[in-house]
């Protein structure tokens, strides 16, 4: 009885004296470790009578609980004191300039996503276009229904959508597939509505993130697109084919660059058409401008009257066009990366060679 008491005193004091959880294990050991005190307590049992044997276990089994407990407590104590102390040594002022004898090694870079999204906004900013965002977490009605998408269209296995637990309303969500649930929820947008029926135009540009189930060379399961959206009461197809010529020729600094408007079909646009840009391939290499191949870049067309009609305006008054294209994408044309999945791997010697200077952003 003595040996249980001296050792459930001994053993929660030096608990409580562990300064660190080194010390903390070291007492853990010397109790309930092979040669410890309780495993020592333990093994006497095997010579005692029936009767005492059960009155002693069940004292030997209560301190062994007491120890564990307190070994428990003290080890979150020390983990919070252990991690704040770290915490607190490996801070670090990230407000301090870079030192010069670093040289380039010390500078960040700017991602090609984040500095083709500008260039992309530059040039669209000068014909009159803001910048948009909604939520990567899309319910089903704004990626799908809205966009003339209806549950049991095929469309809806054209795009591999990443499926989310249902919101506690019931309300489908998925992971966005494009980023034209944001056409919806901007024509949706009580004020834009007020500024069209003032004669007023609706001129966006939505770069962002996007997600479908895929994963190979040319394909993540994230990428990111832009998608432009212009309604009015006048805009029509050839405004479409004029600014996206201006577009492709400006960002791909070619000056003649050849464009083809092929016919296509998205549920949210009628006419649809792809735009593919000239390019030639010369021992493997890619050049972008008059050449004798085609590039795919872009999908548009004129918005659908349904999806006009879906997001509360009238499309007896109002028309306009859409189109969505691949930022990724059109970043590995311009800049030749040959690899969508490094854009990802956050490689810092990746980012160094195909990353651009602060001094080179358009911002
Ligand atoms: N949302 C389409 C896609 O992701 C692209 C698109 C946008 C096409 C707008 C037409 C108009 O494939």
């Not at 010069?100 to 870079?109: E, I, R, S």
């Not at 991602?111 to 089903?140: K, L, N, S």
Request: glycine share 10%; net charge negative; with cysteine.
């Amino acid at each position: 009885m003595d040996d249980l008491s001296t050792i459930r005193s001994e053993a929660l004091d030096a608990v409580g004296k562990a300064a660190d959880l080194a010390a903390l294990d070291a007492v853990r050991v010397a109790a309930l470790g092979k040669k410890g005190s309780v495993t020592g307590l333990m093994k006497t049992l095997g010579g005692m009578a029936p009767d005492q044997r059960r009155e002693f276990g069940a004292q030997v089994n209560q301190l062994k609980g007491e120890i564990e407990a307190a070994l428990d407590a003290r080890k979150t104590t020390l983990g919070s004191a252990a991690l704040a102390a770290k915490l607190v040594s490996e801070k670090i002022d990230v407000s301090l300039p870079t030192r010069p004898d670093f040289g380039q090694a010390g500078h960040g870079t700017l991602h090609p996503i984040g500095q083709v999204m500008d260039e992309v906004a530059a040039i669209f900013g000068e014909m009159g276009f803001t910048w948009a965002e909604g939520p990567d977490i899309e319910d089903d009605w704004h990626n799908f229904s809205a966009l003339n998408i209806p549950p049991d269209h095929p469309a809806r296995q054209m795009q591999d959508t990443f499926y989310l637990p249902s919101r506690a309303d019931g309300t489908p969500m998925v992971l966005r597939t494009h980023t034209s649930p944001v056409q919806a929820r901007t024509m949706l947008n009580k004020d834009v509505q007020k500024m069209l029926a003032y004669g007023g135009a609706l001129r966006i540009i939505v770069p962002g993130r996007t997600f479908r189930i895929d994963n190979d060379a040319t394909h993540t399961p994230m990428f990111h697109q832009v998608e432009g959206l212009v309604i009015d009461r006048t805009t029509h197809m050839g405004h479409l084919k004029g600014c996206l010529v201006d577009f492709c020729r400006a960002f791909f600094e070619v000056d003649d660059l050849p464009l083809r408007f092929r016919p296509s079909y998205f549920p949210f646009t009628e006419p649809s058409a792809e735009v593919d840009i000239g390019c030639s391939w010369k021992g493997g290499e890619l050049k972008i401008g008059a050449g004798d191949s085609w590039l795919e870049i872009l999908g548009s067309g004129m918005v659908h009257p349904n999806v006009i009609a879906n997001c509360g305006l009238d499309p007896a008054v109002y028309q306009g066009f859409a189109f969505g294209m691949g930022v990724d994408r059109i970043a590995m044309l311009k800049y030749g990366i040959p690899d969508l999945r490094n854009f990802f791997d956050s490689d810092l010697r990746w980012l160094r060679h195909y990353g651009f200077s602060t001094l080179e952003s358009v911002r």
